[in-house]
């Protein structure tokens, strides 16, 4: 914390101010809105824009078919949001079609028994018709003439979840094609957009690197992209359609629910609801501070990638999800003139600050008359960025959410920072756990060539010896489920799991550690009492470093879950390795022995049968990774549980009618 309090004094600059500039200043804001507007004229499906300087394609979305389709649910629910808006799971109970678009971020997902394990989920709504959206072959010819052109999908209101949600599916079918590629050029802008997923999602974006590709324009008091932070049946939803429809110039030729939505959104009590928002997004603003938050009945949405607050002064960025919470609560809160400015308005103004905010940026920027020469710089920028975000200050009426927002703009920094200071202290702690690492390969190497360390630890030989490495197993496993938990908490970068540092030495912890686990499963009898190891008794730490394994690309394969790794590797050893690669080959050994020993007695022929060739699998994989060399030394080593099995296996095989069955298969 003093290292970072430190970095903070030193720094010249605040990020949020300096990106909030840059992009207004650009001219991608001004023509993503065009292609909003448009699309939301068109009212149907999309629009496409070709740029002539460095061929960038903008995909405008219209969020008017969405609007029209949960008019009538609004109508008939008298205005409630608990069905249009609720969260729908990608995967697992969700949509099947829809797991399947959104692979990358359903794999994503951490073990459901974990805090962290809620589902990725987005709203029910923007789904629908996201994946109406994707059945046209209109929108599957678009994304065959986009692929490998930079992309900027765009749209405002329910267009723009339709954009992201347009975007996460071009991003995941491009890193399903080709895992390891660099993410495509994408950037999705979105304008005054309701929120789209859950904590989930979020987390899910991060791991695969690609919450730069999202930014999320919000005026300082629309009610839309705040909405969605009061639980699902609190929610209005005719205030978000309606505020839609009202964008959609042709709205004065509907009648029934659309005249029925408008007219409800016009007689809403515009206190009523700035009051119901700003107690649902102070609320979950206020959880975010607590040690262990109590969510029962709150909205499971929340924001992801950058969100750019805006107003006529200019832009402040911030791409830390709970700095985004802190920030969107305390510019709506920050109202000097209740009233002044009706929802509708706040809604539909992005055009004009697109406009203003470079003409804000070329005229008005100065140095504040008021600082001391020996104010920082750093102070400066976080002033720029609350005058930028819509806070004055110097105002008193905004004294309270200046204080609050400069302190999140703070912790924005520091929580950017965080991370990588964590990984880079449990990299120290991985240096200070190497001799227990060492003791357990000195184990190893003692019993390589009497009976392999897994049966020598099976079966408790040199008890003193034992305790020393049993003792090291325990303490290794605590800390790499230290670590799996840090990374659950967003405590360690969303990318750790891809860093080679990381993968290797976790790969390296369970090919060493993961036998000396199968063989206390198996020593205690829980194979018999619980089940399988590989189903009933693996640990979840080591299901994650498989999957960390297989995304580094190094096996070729899933070697705990195929019985052919060793013909999928893509070079042979010339010695034996010093590890047994498939870190679940014991637990294969002892199903085997188990199988061998039940077709000894078996005496239905179906059965029979079926053994054999379930044992004969088992011979034809362990006899690939032994030609492979993908074992260790010890799996031959005269009294290992490999070697018993290989004679009970043949002497099996010499009888009569064993012979007979396998000559058939």
């Known amino acids: 914390m003093n290292d970072a309090a430190g970095e903070e004094e030193a720094s010249m600059f605040e990020t949020s101010h300096v990106l909030g500039a840059l992009l207004a200043s650009s001219p991608l804001l001004a023509r993503a809105w065009d292609r909003c507007t448009a699309a939301t004229a068109a009212a149907p499906g999309f629009v496409v824009h070709g740029e002539e300087d460095g061929g960038k394609v903008y995909v405008g979305f ?65 789904l629908q018709c996201f994946l109406k959206l994707c059945s046209s072959p209109d929108f599957q010819m678009l994304l065959n003439e986009i692929r490998g052109k930079a992309v900027v999908f765009t749209g405002h209101s329910l267009g723009g979840a339709i954009a992201a949600l347009a975007a996460l599916h071009y991003l995941c079918i491009s890193s399903s094609s080709s895992p390891w590629a660099p993410v495509p050029p994408v950037l999705c802008v979105t304008f005054g957009s309701p929120l789209l997923g859950n904590e989930a999602l979020s987390r899910a974006i991060l791991r695969e690197r690609w919450g730069g590709n ?20 609190a929610v209005p939803t005719h205030i978000i359609v309606g505020m839609q429809l009202h964008q959609w110039p042709t709205r ?44 029962t009945g709150r909205s499971p949405y929340r924001p992801f990638g950058t969100y750019v607050l805006c107003s006529p002064e200019g832009a402040a960025c911030v791409d830390n999800a709970t700095a985004a919470v802190q920030m969107l609560y305390a510019t709506f809160a920050s109202r000097s003139s209740p009233g002044a400015e009706s929802p509708e308005a706040a809604h539909s103004c992005y055009g004009e600050l697109v406009l203003k905010m470079p003409q804000h940026l070329l005229l008005k920027r100065r140095l504040r008359v008021d600082d001391t020469p020996s104010t920082p710089n750093y102070d400066d920028g976080v002033s720029l960025a609350l005058e930028a975000s819509g806070i004055d200050a110097m105002v008193r009426a905004h004294a309270m959410e200046a204080s609050t927002a400069r302190q999140w703009l703070k912790t924005s920094k520091r929580a950017g920072r965080r991370p990588s200071l964590n990984c880079a202290r449990l990299a120290t702690q991985l240096g200070r756990i190497t001799p227990c690492r060492a003791q357990i390969e000195w184990y190893k190497a003692l019993f390589d060539v009497e009976m392999g360390y897994y049966d020598a630890f099976k079966q408790r030989r040199s008890p003193r010896k034992y305790s020393k490495v049993n003792f090291n197993r325990i303490k290794l496993g605590q800390f790499w489920d230290r670590v799996l938990t840090m990374l659950d908490a967003g405590q360690l970068p969303h990318d750790f799991h891809r860093r080679a540092k990381w993968v290797n030495a976790a790969r390296f912890y369970q090919l060493l550690v993961e036998p000396l686990d199968i063989a206390d499963y198996h020593h205690h009898g829980h194979h018999r009492t619980s089940g399988s190891y590989m189903t009933h008794g693996r640990e979840r730490r080591y299901e994650l470093f498989d999957r960390w394994w297989q995304e580094k690309a190094c096996t070729g394969g899933d070697v705990t879950s195929s019985m052919s790794a060793a013909s999928a590797s893509s070079r042979r050893r010339s010695k034996y390795a010093g590890l047994t690669q498939d870190p679940c080959f014991w637990a ?74 396998l000559l058939r298969f």
């Open 62 to 126: 219209s969020g008017v078919q969405a609007a029209l389709s949960a008019a009538g649910a609004a109508v008939a629910a008298g205005g409630g949001g608990a069905d249009v808006f609720a969260p729908v799971g990608l995967g697992g109970g969700g949509d099947a079609a829809a797991g399947r678009m959104f692979a990358p971020l359903v794999a994503a997902e951490p073990d459901p028994a974990t805090a962290a394990g809620e589902p990725v989920a987005v709203q029910a709504l923007a």
């Open 214 to 233: 999202f930014c999320h324009l919000v005026s300082q008091h629309d009610v839309v992209p705040r909405l969605l932070f009061c639980p699902p049946d």
């Open 252 to 295: 004065t030729h509907q009648t029934g629910a659309v005249t029925t939505v408008t007219m409800r959104m016009a007689d809403t009590d515009k206190d009523a609801l700035r009051q119901l928002i700003q107690l649902h997004v102070g609320a979950v603003a206020m959880e975010q501070k607590l040690a262990a938050p109590e969510t």
């Open 588 to 661: 294969r050994v002892e199903e085997a022995r188990e199988q061998t020993e039940s077709a000894r007695g078996e005496l239905d022929v179906a059965e029979l049968a079926m053994k054999l060739e379930e044992l004969q699998e088992f011979e034809r994989y362990s006899h690939e990774l032994v030609a492979s060399k993908e074992v260790s030394v010890d799996v031959f080593a005269p009294q290992s549980s490999y070697t018993l099995w290989v004679e009970e296996w043949n002497q099996l095989k010499l009888r009569d009618e064993v012979r007979t069955m």
